[in-house]
């Protein structure tokens, strides 16, 4: 089992800027990729970012320049570095880790951006 606790999240003026971090514990030695997800009301979940072990990465087209995710391997923590906000980015951000058996989920932290 891998457990994953997001935080990091607020208020914040558009514009402003935002570090997530998403720490892994249980078996996180046996996690290969991570990544970031958000929910808007009334909308899908969408991809935000993803990290491989090897430090690989991979972002949606609309965080693309403004947002950037990295990962501490030695403390089974990765973050998503946001800056430049904007309203649209308000959302409920979650964290996700995946092994060779499951993806894992984290409860979330809502980001609300104001204009």
């Known amino acids: 089992q891998v457990q994953l606790v997001e935080s990091g999240g607020g208020l914040v003026q558009a514009g402003g800027s935002l570090r997530l971090s998403c720490a892994a514990s249980?078996?996180?030695?046996?996690?290969?990729?991570m990544g970031w997800y958000r929910q808007a009301p009334g909308k899908e979940r969408e991809l935000v970012a993803t990290i491989s072990s090897g430090g690989s990465t991979n972002y949606a087209d609309s965080v693309k320049g403004r947002f950037t995710i990295s990962r501490d391997n030695a403390k089974n923590t990765n973050y998503l570095q946001m800056n430049s906000l904007k309203p649209e980015d308000t959302a409920v951000y979650y964290c996700?880790?995946?092994?060779?058996?499951?993806?894992?989920w984290g409860r979330g932290t809502q980001v609300t951006v104001s204009s």
């Open positions: 249980g078996r996180s030695s046996s996690i290969n990729s």
């Open positions: 996700n880790a995946l092994t060779t058996l499951r993806l894992y």
